[in-house]
Each structure stands twice: as C-alpha cells, then as structure tokens.
C-alpha cells in the first residue's frame, strides 16, 4: 500500500502524508553520509509512494551537502518528486556574504540560484523561509519570492518558524501586497510537543496553510526504542545525550507505549499516524538513514485512529501542552 496522497493547505500542491525529512544526508557518521546511503533511502521512499522530500541549504557538512545528495539520488526522476527546500540560515559564507540579511532581495537571489545548482533541478517546487529575519520587511521577502513564482524558478512559497501573529502577519502581507502567499507552514509539533495547537494550527487554518511538522518522533522518544532508566542503544540518535534522557516525559512515553502494545501497534505508528490525522497537517516529515527507517515511517501512515483512540490519546497527552 504507497502512502496517502494529499493537497498541501489549500493550494494545487499534491503531496505524500509521509515526507522524508533529509537533513540526515550528508551528515557524517550515518549510512546517508555517502551517495549510496542516500540513494538507497531516496529509492525506499519512492517505492513506498513518498513523494516530499524536505531538505535545506543549511543541511549536511559542509553546508550544502544535503541538497547536492538528494538532487543526484533523484536524477533522472526529478518529476516524480516534490522537492521543499529552504533560505534563511547562517551558510558561513558558502552563498557569498549576507550581511545578516537573508530575507533580503540580495540574498534570496544568490540562494535560490545556489540552490538549484546544488539540486541540479531547474526548479524548487516548495521554496521556504527557515526562520524570520527581524530586519527584512515581509513585503521585500514576498516580493521577491513572487519574482522567483513568475520566472519559474520555483512554484510555491512557505516558511518555518513562525509563531501563530506571524503566519497572520504574512498571510495578510502577501494579500495587501497582491503577491504570492504562503501554502506551507513548517513548525515543532508531535505528541510530546503541542503548543502549536494553541496559535498556529487554527492560523494555518483560517489562512489554508498546509502544516509540515518536524520532529514528528521528538527526537527519537517516540520510536520505541528508548526506555527509562535503560541506556540509549549505542550509535542511536540520543546515545551520550542524557540530560535529554533525563528530562524526557516517561510517563507519557510509557502510557503511549501501552497504548500502542494494545492495538498491535507500535509507537511509531502511533505518532506519525496520529499527526497525519490532526487537522492542518499536510505531510509529516521524518528523517531516515536506511531503507528500512524510510519503510517503517510510510508504513506508519496507514493507520487510521477511530474517535475513541484519539479521545484516549488526548488522555495521554493532553491538547496544547509541551
């Protein structure tokens, strides 16, 4: 069974439910580190029916690696994927100097080109600010962007970051200004995490704004694969990260656990099924480094909880709570 697939918010973006989150590409030390590694992960999830993959230009090491190894994995196929990739960040120099500036029109420029090469794709179908810049105007930032829809550089415009007044703030800066609004709007959000219940989803909402959220699996915890007072596996993703341990909601976690073990289920199932159902959610993207990862997280989508399941999720892990 391929995953679900999906308009983005209110726009003509078809989108899978499951995305593959590539920040893992080109990170040293993991199996996606090499070409290889990410084509066979980029294989996986195009076999499963995933077809968003969100990437940016921050990501890998050096800066940029990220982008450079999802756009050779994906050559030959580039219409068979949705490539989300975004600006904003700190690149150390890699687009030229910023000047702190990177909403600007000058550094927008230099970055989607930048962008394109390293993806060796002619166009980038979802193009994201990382995170607000206080000293750009909105007007400057979506005007440009505009530009970049027109020319045909890229197709729709979305952000990450944004707090609840913000994603309003920019909705209503796109409309007065008669330009490109945001589809997308990419924030924390997961079971252990639901503050973005309170501000940004009725934003998302009211505006039709599709939902990404990261950190679906809170870091890990709602793998599985960690227990209380037990040491992280060697090599996983918390291995020498106690304090996180240490401050992790195991009650929570154990509840969820339960919940999971009782309905043949496990708890990434849970996690990743029960945000594909909340409402605004577009796509959920989960980061991988095997196949296997990748199979696990489209398989997940499957699931479809009935009203009392969601009830007794709430239960667990109460609305709009962190």
């Known amino acids: 069974m391929l995953v679900e697939l999906r308009r983005l918010g209110a726009s003509g973006l078809v989108v899978s439910a499951v995305g593959l989150g590539c920040n893992n590409l080109g990170r040293p030390g993991t199996a996606t580190e090499s070409l290889a590694g990410t084509r066979a992960v980029v294989d996986a999830a195009l076999e499963s029916g995933v077809t968003f993959f969100d990437v940016a230009d921050v990501y890998g090491a050096p800066r940029g690696r990220s982008e450079e190894l999802l756009?050779?994995?994906?050559?030959?196929?580039?219409?068979?994927?949705?490539?989300?990739?975004?600006?904003?960040?700190d690149m150390q120099g890699a687009n030229g100097p910023d000047f702190g500036a990177r909403a600007s029109r000058r550094y927008i420029r230099r970055a989607v080109e930048s962008s394109l090469r390293?993806?060796?794709?002619?166009?980038?179908?979802?193009y994201q600010l990382h995170r607000p810049d206080p000293h750009t105007p909105l007007q400057e930032t979506f005007a440009v962007l505009d530009d970049l829809v027109t020319e045909g550089k890229i197709r729709y415009v979305g952000h990450c970051n944004l707090a609840g007044w913000q994603i309003a703030d920019a909705a209503?800066?796109?409309?007065?200004?008669?330009?490109?609004?945001p589809i997308s709007a990419q924030n924390h959000y997961s079971l252990l995490e639901?503050?973005?219940?309170?501000?940004?989803?009725?934003?998302?909402?009211?505006?039709g704004l599709g939902l990404v959220p990261y950190f679906p699996l809170a870091n890990g915890l709602l793998t599985g694969k960690y227990h209380r007072d037990a040491a992280p596996p060697p090599g996983s993703r918390l291995a020498g990260r106690e304090r996180l341990l240490a401050d992790a909601p195991w009650d929570r976690i154990e509840q969820l656990r339960m919940f999971a073990a009782e309905r043949g289920l496990t708890m990434l199932d849970v996690a990743i099924a029960w945000l594909a159902r909340q409402p605004a959610v577009g796509t959920v993207i989960a980061g991988a480094t095997t196949p296997e990862q990748v199979r696990a997280n489209a398989a997940a989508s499957h699931w479809s909880p009935t009203e009392d399941d969601l009830a007794d999720i709430d239960e667990i892990c109460p609305p709009g709570r962190r």
């Open 71 to 89: 756009g050779q994995a994906l050559s030959g196929r580039r219409e068979y994927a949705v490539i989300a990739t975004k600006f904003g960040m």
């Open 172 to 181: 209503w800066s796109a409309e007065t200004s008669e330009v490109t609004a």
């Open 194 to 207: 639901r503050e973005a219940e309170r501000e940004v989803i009725p934003a998302c909402l009211r505006f």
């Open 118 to 126: 390293r993806l060796g794709t002619d166009w980038i179908d979802l």
